[in-house]
T-cell receptor
């Protein structure tokens, strides 16, 4: 089935540790996105990528890093500089460049907690 | 700057009641897109509808209907004859319609609980 796969489902981070969240899509979408969701809050954009080997900061990029070496993959690293990483992280993808703002399709999310 | 406001934090209804979820947006763009997403307890966001700023026609899909009014900058969502399976958090979102920027700005969501 086509879709977006995020792993792991649950992740725990120790103080001073970097962790990487995986996001893979087989929808052949050009654009991919990472969002952070805190309880009672909407989704906030961390990073997005509209093409391979290129990505842009979103509204809350500090303490995070990404790479886009392959069209189907967009991993997110939560660095030790992110002091409040506990949140639900959602990855999304969409067709890009049609001029009609295609809807984004979302994965099942990764819940990150601090040990 | 773009902003989406969902003033209703939580709504609780009894099954078969109709319920309307409000969404008010702010943008200076003349071309933009509005979306509704559903987030069930499992966590993933499910796309429900996309509407562009030039199409003010209301839309109906089964028990779901959407009312887009540019005059009041609102894009409200109504569920008719609600069911327990409709229990979820619903998000309204906005994106710019030009310049290749298709980032979404989300409201904070409305948690809907449908009780049997």
């Amino acid at each position: 089935d086509g879709g977006i796969t995020q792993s792991p489902k649950y992740l725990f981070r120790k103080e001073g540790q970097n962790v990487t969240l995986s996001c893979e899509q087989n929808l052949n979408h050009d654009a991919m996105y990472w969002y952070r969701q805190d309880p009672g809050q909407g989704l906030r954009l961390i990073y997005y990528s509209q093409i391979v080997n290129d990505f842009q900061k979103g509204d809350i990029a500090e303490g995070y890093s990404v790479s886009r070496e392959k069209k189907e993959s967009f991993p997110l690293t939560v660095t030790s500089a992110q002091k409040n990483p506990t949140a639900f992280y959602l990855c999304a993808s969409s067709i890009f460049g049609t001029g009609y703002n295609q809807p984004q399709h979302f994965g099942d999310g990764t819940r990150l907690s601090i040990l | 700057a773009q902003k989406v406001t969902q003033a209703q934090t939580e709504i609780s209804v009894v099954e078969k009641e109709d319920v309307t979820l409000d969404c008010v947006y702010e943008t200076r763009d003349t071309t933009y897109y509005l979306f509704w997403y559903k987030q069930p307890p499992s966590g993933e966001l499910v796309f429900l509808i996309r509407r562009n700023s030039f199409d003010e026609q209301n839309e109906i899909s089964g028990r779901y209907s959407w009312n887009f009014q540019k005059s009041t900058s609102s894009f409200n969502f109504t569920i008719t004859a609600s069911q327990v399976v409709d229990s979820a958090v619903y998000f309204c979102a906005l994106s710019r319609g030009q310049g290749g920027s298709e980032k979404l700005v989300f409201g904070k969501g409305t948690k809907l609980t449908v009780n049997p």
